[in-house]
């Protein structure tokens, strides 16, 4: 990028007319994976990079002519436009957001240099920009791996702390409704501490199995398999609420490699939010389909697709970053864990879990898992 720079400092003419061979310089900025801007000083647009118009979604023809606060690049943390800071470190990397021309704002990290003629003189400005989305969710999602290990130990040492005085207080009030009269109503009240008990006990558990989660135990499976086995555990609450259920599957859908018993507690876990999310009726849709993504390295990854729909009221867009947080929870009974569990299952699986709610409208997560390699 460094390279990059100083071969746009030095001074040289576009070639705007596309029906002519590019010169050398053109050339060059054509094969850059930035986009690149070049505007006059009264922010007029006179060029945008093949780059460019693929980040925006906008045609060449479309923003020449036009004012570079088209795209409205607002710096991060800040609503102030950077465009016409005229410090003396205008090549420093900054990081901010642009908008495309389907109004979706995406998060660049940009530069913004004087593009100089031959004598020197400024006589526009080159701005330079990455798209960060892919950078900002590979970040969120080391974050998030840490926040769960963090937490997952203070669960796991909480727990321990706990379940040795509950176990004294439960041993202690049977002990004294043992001594008491059958007829003493007091005994009432030993019975509602057994019981509180027995319900600390069972978050316990769910305390246990997000601090020290199993290890996996894969299998070669269809996801059909595994929502099959789910289903008949909801079916009566599903009737009873007046939930129209459906399921599509795609009639070639590759195997997995999973472990069912977790496998199915991430799938119910969704399945029990979307229930939940209509109390009065709606449709909750499963579908599953066969797709290929990029890996790390660039070819095709074969995956399959889970995507859990609902008609609920949705997810406030101020709420949707927080889901997977282990122990936030918006339900009063919940305790939070429920997603987060869901989403280091499947993490562990080697797939990645999305969400994506319209308030008012519904939900949809997405989970989507490697398809398991056949041995040679």
Same mark, same amino acid.
């Given at each position: 990028?460094?390279?990059?720079?100083?071969?746009?400092? /030095?001074?040289?003419?576009?070639?705007?007319?596309? =029906?002519?061979?590019?010169?050398?310089? =053109?050339?060059?900025? =054509?094969?850059? #994976?930035?986009?690149?801007?070049?505007?006059?000083?009264?922010?007029?647009?006179?060029?945008?990079? #093949?780059?460019?118009?693929?980040?925006?979604?906008?045609?060449? *023809?479309?923003?020449?002519?036009?004012?570079? *606060?088209?795209?409205?690049?607002?710096?991060?943390?800040?609503?102030?436009?950077?465009?016409?800071?005229?410090?003396?470190?205008?090549?420093?990397?900054?990081?901010?957001?642009?908008? $495309?021309?389907?109004?979706?704002?995406?998060?660049?990290?940009?530069?913004?240099?004087?593009?100089?003629?031959?004598?020197?003189?400024?006589?526009?400005?080159?701005?330079?920009?990455?798209?960060?989305?892919?950078?900002?969710?590979?970040? /969120?999602?080391?974050?998030?791996?840490?926040?769960?290990?963090?937490?997952?130990?203070?669960?796991?040492?909480?727990?321990?702390?706990?379940?040795?005085?509950?176990?004294?207080?439960?041993?202690?009030?049977?002990?004294?409704?043992?001594?008491?009269? $059958?007829?003493?109503?007091?005994? /009432?009240?030993?019975?509602?501490?057994?019981?509180?008990?027995?319900?600390?006990?069972?978050?316990?558990?769910?305390?246990?199995?997000?601090?020290?989660?199993?290890?996996? +135990?894969?299998?070669?499976?269809?996801?059909?398999?595994?929502?099959?086995?789910?289903?008949?555990? +909801?079916?009566?609450?599903?009737?009873?609420?007046?939930?129209?259920?459906?399921?599509?599957?795609?009639?070639?859908?590759?195997?997995?490699?999973?472990?069912?018993?977790?496998? *199915?507690?991430?799938? +119910?876990?969704?399945? +029990?939010?979307?229930?939940?999310?209509?109390?009065?009726?709606?449709?909750?849709?499963?579908?599953?389909?066969?797709?290929?993504?990029?890996?790390?390295?660039?070819?095709?990854?074969?995956?399959?697709?889970?995507?859990?729909?609902?008609?609920?009221?949705?997810?406030?867009? *101020?709420?949707?970053?927080?889901?997977?947080?282990?122990?936030?929870?918006?339900?009063?009974?919940?305790?939070?864990?429920?997603?987060?569990?869901?989403?280091?299952?499947?993490?562990?699986?080697?797939?990645?879990? /999305?969400?994506?709610?319209?308030?008012?409208?519904?939900?949809?997560?997405?989970?989507?898992?490697?398809?398991?390699?056949?041995?040679?």
């Amino acid at each position: 990028m460094t390279q990059e720079l100083k071969r746009l400092k /030095e001074p040289f003419t576009v070639n705007l007319d596309t =029906e002519h061979a590019p010169n050398l310089t =053109e050339s060059l900025i =054509e094969s850059i #994976r930035s986009g690149i801007i070049i505007t006059q000083m009264d922010d007029t647009i006179t060029y945008i990079n #093949r780059t460019g118009e693929t980040l925006l979604g906008y045609s060449k *023809h479309e923003v020449i002519g036009k004012p570079f *606060h088209l795209f409205e690049l607002k710096e991060k943390q800040t609503t102030s436009h950077p465009f016409f800071d005229q410090s003396d470190d205008m090549d420093t990397r900054r990081e901010g957001r642009m908008r $495309k021309k389907d109004g979706q704002e995406i998060p660049v990290g940009f530069t913004i240099n004087y593009h100089l003629n031959q004598h020197g003189k400024a006589i526009g400005k080159i701005i330079i920009f990455r798209d960060l989305t892919k950078v900002y969710r590979i970040q /969120e999602e080391i974050l998030k791996m840490d926040r769960l290990v963090s937490l997952g130990k203070l669960a796991s040492g909480i727990a321990h702390e706990i379940r040795n005085p509950l176990a004294g207080i439960k041993t202690t009030a049977q002990a004294l409704g043992d001594e008491m009269p $059958k007829e003493d109503p007091k005994r /009432e009240y030993l019975n509602r501490i057994t019981k509180e008990i027995d319900r600390l006990n069972e978050i316990l558990k769910t305390f246990f199995s997000f601090a020290k989660p199993q290890a996996l +135990l894969l299998v070669p499976c269809h996801i059909k398999e595994i929502i099959n086995a789910i289903i008949p555990f +909801l079916i009566r609450e599903i009737a009873d609420k007046g939930i129209r259920f459906t399921e599509t599957y795609h009639p070639q859908l590759p195997k997995i490699k999973a472990d069912k018993i977790q496998m *199915h507690q991430a799938f +119910l876990n969704l399945f +029990l939010n979307a229930i939940q999310a209509m109390p009065n009726g709606g449709d909750l849709s499963i579908e599953a389909n066969p797709i290929s993504i990029p890996s790390s390295d660039g070819t095709p990854q074969r995956c399959v697709r889970v995507r859990v729909s609902d008609s609920g009221k949705g997810i406030p867009p *101020h709420i949707l970053p927080k889901i997977f947080d282990p122990f936030f929870t918006t339900k009063p009974k919940g305790i939070g864990l429920g997603l987060s569990i869901t989403y280091q299952i499947i993490n562990k699986h080697g797939g990645t879990i /999305e969400v994506d709610s319209r308030w008012g409208e519904g939900t949809s997560f997405i989970v989507t898992l490697p398809e398991m390699i056949e041995p040679l």
